[in-house]
């Protein structure tokens, strides 16, 4: 007969349980109990820097064609400024919708592919696409100056950099269709029902839902008049 001791060895231990349940329950808690989107935001970023140990991880969001702004920071720090470098990468990240790192002592963005493995090297920054829809709404950008790269969490990273765009897709925020290019798009008759959220979410002002959308004000009110709709 097997002694209990020896059977027990084989048993499931709590204390085994991966650690990402953790920060994957400490998520669903900010979200859960969400009400202010920017400080759900801060709460995210500050929960990325104490994961990970970093301790300026910020969110770029556009402030006009070719300059942007730390709208949200895991300092605390709200519309700071970046160095030329990033802001170099950040107009061309919002056009590849690539992931970026620029190497210590480097002007240039290089492209990375983050299911590859793990960062190496003395690295100055990553910079994570905040994308939904397969537009970018915003950049995370993750200071490595003086860290150890290689132990940076990238699915912890690239999940929280998810649920931020979820979070900005609810907010009237400037994308790249909207200041970098305008290009047409053919009218589907599916697109009236994302029309009306997008109207009801900006409390009737069009102007705020052409951006949501993407869109310049006269675009959307050529989609509404080719759909039936009074635009105005």
Known sequence: MNKIADIQDYR?????????LTWMDQISDILENRYHDD?????LLKLAS????????????PDSPSRFKA?????????????????????????????LVIQENSERPEPYDHLRGNLKGSLRCLLVPVTLR???????V??????????????LTHFIAAQIANILATQVVPN?????????????????????????KCNGNKTMAAKVLGLTPRQLRYRLSKLGEHAM
């Open 71 to 99: 709208q949200y920071c895991s300092t605390g720090i709200t519309n700071g400024v970046y160095s030329f470098a990033v802001q170099h990468a950040l107009c061309r990240q919002f056009e590849s919708r690539e992931w």
């Open 12 to 20: 499931y231990s709590p204390a085994t349980t991966p650690s990402r």
């Open 50 to 61: 104490d994961l990970t140990g970093l301790s300026n991880i910020s969110v770029a969001v």
């Open 176 to 200: 790249f269709k909207t200041l970098y290019a305008r290009p047409y798009q053919r009218v589907q008759e599916n697109e009236l029902t994302d029309i009306h959220e997008a109207i009801n």
């Open 134 to 140: 397969q537009s970018v709404l915003a950049v995370m």
């Open 39 to 43: 400080e759900s935001i801060q709460s």
């Open 142 to 155: 993750v200071d490595l100056r003086g860290a150890d790269a290689q132990a940076l969490d990238l699915t």
